[in-house]
């Protein structure tokens, strides 16, 4: 097989675009990343032939040169040979959550005894189990079922469904799902017939607590949230509307920084702060009404 | 859910026929995205056009390596040498006679189908930028 090239340079996220945009003609394909919050972005570039380093590093120096910006230090290499789908799946392998043991369809082997397994596929639906906003989630669930029994639950922001399949398989209740994205409702169900709840799971696309199923199918007395700290304290009134008396809210998708704000809007609906869930920089909130 | 967006990826994907190969393997791959996850998907949207045909595509990616995708019009360059039967643009524009011939009503027809992805107000400016890249690729443009 005929080697690949990649480039590769360093820049600030607001003109990593820009740089993207004048290398792109160089390579087959072109992609910007963030390396860390807030920090550099990497711009990369896939070739199929080897490109022209020094018209390309000319350029760059010209376009940094304009914005006031050091000259990035650019790198050209051939890209060694690799499965690339079989690295693919080495760099997904199953997530372990308390009880939950996510994977996705090319994990072979059984789910070990004792856990719940959840078939999710990092595609385009969020939710794949990986990012701590829903391994907390998923671990409040958890403690939940240890202590509350749930009838009826709501997946406000459902993504992949990950987080309404893990309540279903826990308390065996109806769950309603929604989503304003309606191609994550179409993988969540896809994914609910995977795992075998999609008697217990029922996904909508919607906008937010506007989706006429949510009404028609409340109060709930578990109320999921993964979504983002703003939305949330904005969705607040909201979520108090079709919450259950006594019910539990697990919110997350919230920056620790973010977690007096969030908790502030709920307070103000009459909710109390039960727990916090802290992984990493994320805090997923459990309420009660 | 908690969308974060870490990146972007830019490329043109063959309608229908997206496979693991380059530049798809190694351009979603080294940033660790899931390689099959995206040729079904991407497949699968764009099994009713023209199969083979260039689609360019962008990917963003989320913080938990989920990602969505936008696919694009194929460029003007795809449409105006289909349009002229030729299999590549002139190396040697302004210096030597046209490659090849496309009539204003295939002009267009071209500018219709990417209006879409043009910065042109109606289909007569989007014609003109059309004209514009067939000369630069030395295309004549006839009436007719």
């Known amino acids: 097989m005929q080697p690949m090239w990649r480039i590769a340079f360093q820049v600030p996220e607001a003109v990593a675009p820009l740089f993207a945009e004048v290398v792109e003609s160089h390579v087959a394909a072109i992609s910007t990343f963030e ?11 896939t070739a199929h032939q080897e490109p022209d380093g020094t018209r390309i590093a000319t350029k760059i120096a010209v376009l940094a040169a304009s914005l006031g910006l050091p000259e990035p230090d650019l790198t050209v290499k051939p890209l060694a040979p690799i499965d690339w789908v079989t690295q693919t799946y080495l760099s997904f392998p199953p997530v372990r959550v308390g009880r939950f043991f996510i994977h996705g369809s090319h994990h072979k082997k059984p789910v070990p005894k004792g856990c719940i397994g959840l078939q999710i596929e990092a595609a385009m639906a969020f939710g794949s189990g990986e990012h701590a906003t829903t391994q907390g989630c998923l671990t409040a669930i958890e403690d939940l079922h240890k202590s509350r029994k749930v009838r009826n639950v709501l997946d406000m922001g459902c993504g992949s469904g990950i987080l309404g399949f893990g309540a279903a398989r826990l308390w065996h209740v109806p769950v309603l799902g929604i989503d304003i994205d309606p191609v994550s409702i179409e993988i969540a169900r896809e994914n609910a017939v995977l795992n075998k709840v999609h008697t217990e799971v029922s996904l909508f696309p919607g906008n937010g607590y506007d989706a006429p199923e949510v009404g028609r199918r409340g109060p709930y007395d578990l109320i999921l949230a993964n979504i983002l700290a703003r939305p949330l304290a904005r969705m607040a009134p909201r979520l108090r509307q079709h919450l259950a008396p006594g019910g539990t809210a697990v919110l997350s998708g919230l920056l620790r920084r973010q ?22 920089d994320w805090t997923a909130l459990v309420l009660r009404g | 859910m908690a969308k974060k967006v870490v990146g972007y990826i830019k490329l043109q994907v063959p309608a229908g026929k997206a496979n693991p190969s380059p530049p798809i393997g190694p351009a979603l791959g080294q940033r660790g995205l899931n390689i099959m996850e995206f040729v079904k998907q991407f497949n699968a949207k764009t099994a009713d056009m023209e199969q083979g045909m260039p689609v360019p595509v962008v990917i963003t990616a989320y913080a938990d390596r989920t990602f969505s995708f936008v696919t694009k019009t194929p460029p003007v360059t795809y449409f105006l040498k289909k349009a002229a039967g030729i299999d590549k643009g002139s190396a040697t524009v302004g210096r030597s006679g046209p490659v090849g011939k496309v009539t204003m009503t295939q002009v267009r027809d071209i500018a ?7 910065n042109a107000n109606d289909v007569e400016a989007a014609a003109t930028m059309i004209v514009g890249s067939a000369r630069s690729m030395g295309i004549e443009v006839v009436e007719g």
């Open chain 1, 35 to 45: 390396l860390e919050e807030g920090g550099m972005w990497l711009v990369e570039g």
């Open chain 2, 112 to 118: 219709s189908k990417k209006m879409v992805d043009l």
């Open chain 1, 259 to 280: 977690e007096n704000m969030v908790e502030a809007a709920h307070r103000k609906q009459g909710l109390r702060l039960i727990r916090r869930y802290r992984l990493g």
